[in-house]
């Protein structure tokens, strides 16, 4: 009987880091920014997520020194930054906060595919320190977007998008832009925006 009950509690304990943010985590990858020293010696951030409420008329700091940062680190092409797409008096895209980056990668070009995964995972890996997700909490990242799956801020890896799939969770037909089959997004919390994380702070 004891054993049968050994045996539950194990079932249950990892069920439930099924469901953690911590289920899907990402090994370490080569010449991770997190890993520098200097950033290996700085507390690293927790996760946070700022919604956006309005419009605003130009791109933040942070999210011009994250397409410089693609530019220089990453294959692919700038898609844009701002638009103002509101869901409701006070809901709003990171677009139109200038907080998010459109990255042109296409889900039809096997070279475009691997940079993508090349890249989320990056953002996602694990650091020597054992902080996953490192360098995407360190750089302000709190989503990322990439053909019908999707990552936010405390989520243990990529997962299904809503916009791809019904209430039952069966996938539906919608045009390669809203699935993010042609690029990559990436928004930005509000520190991250304001280059106020340790990956920006020199």
Known sequence: M???????????????????AYAVTYGPVKNNPADSARLLRLPIEPYQYDHATKCRKSPTKGALAMVD????????????????????????????EGRAIDWHLSVHNAADRAEAQRLIHLLLATDKDGNVHALARRMGVQEIIWNCTAWFSGDGGMQKYSACYDKKGKRIKIDDTSAHRDHIHIGLNWAGAKLRTSFWSR
């Open 2 to 20: 004891r054993r049968i009950l050994s045996l539950l509690i194990v079932i249950a304990v990892l069920a439930s880091l099924a469901g953690s």
């Open 69 to 96: 940062w693609l530019q220089k680190n990453a294959k692919g092409a700038f898609w844009g930054i701002m638009r103002c797409e509101k869901w409701g008096k006070n809901s709003a895209s990171l677009h139109a």
